[in-house]
């Protein structure tokens, strides 16, 4: 679904594309994919997530929850054209697996951790997709496209304060995470390892250079390393508990 994602944001964006440095190379920008065959691909890509969704246990409670996410999936390309913030609307859309997976192993969700873990998506999304978006800041003001990497402030220490917050609102809450599922995790494992990703944010916040597209682009790619951190430290604590 997040491939159907980027597959419907370049339909979207295909025209605002070509006027970007970064994107007018992609492919339906570039003419490489005609709009009819980009369809049939997204086509290709829902019936896969369909099939996907309609094997999980506890079928019908995942497919409302699955069904759910289809119109945050059609509208955030939109949001760049109209919300200040369109990187919060990605991460609300982008981090929704944190309710699917909990709905397929329970069949249920549990309040005092779900709203947590995708919160932490959210937040963290904002902090690495800004840094990301100041790649394009100059080509975004010139076509009036809005993002957090020009909405944060006019100077690099500004933007990197809110940054800061939005990293340590993340930490806090994948803490809360560990501390409210302290009957499946065995929390001290949890915590090092989510410290630990943490960490690496503030490392990625403090080096980023915003008028360094290399360097930018190289920070955005290292959040796989906190990705693979959370995992680990949920794996972890699982396993320990």
Known sequence: MRGA????NDLWDRDVDQK???T????LAGGDVTVSQAIGFLAAQLSVGLGVLVSLPHTWYC????????PLVAMYPLTKRFLPWPQMFLGVTINWGAWMGWAATHGSMDWSIVPFLYGSGVTWTLVYDTIYAHQDKADDTKLGLHSTALAFGDNDQQQKMVLHGLAALTWLQWMAVGYNASDFLAVPYYQLGVTTAYAHLVWQIHTADFDNPHNLAARFRS?????????GSIAAGGYFQ
């Open 20 to 22: 970007v440095a970064r």
């Open 5 to 8: 994602g980027c597959t419907i």
């Open 24 to 27: 007018k190379t992609r492919p």
């Open 223 to 231: 959040n796989s390393a906190v990705g693979a951190l959370i995992f």
């Open 63 to 70: 497919f409302q929850w699955g069904t759910a996410s289809l």
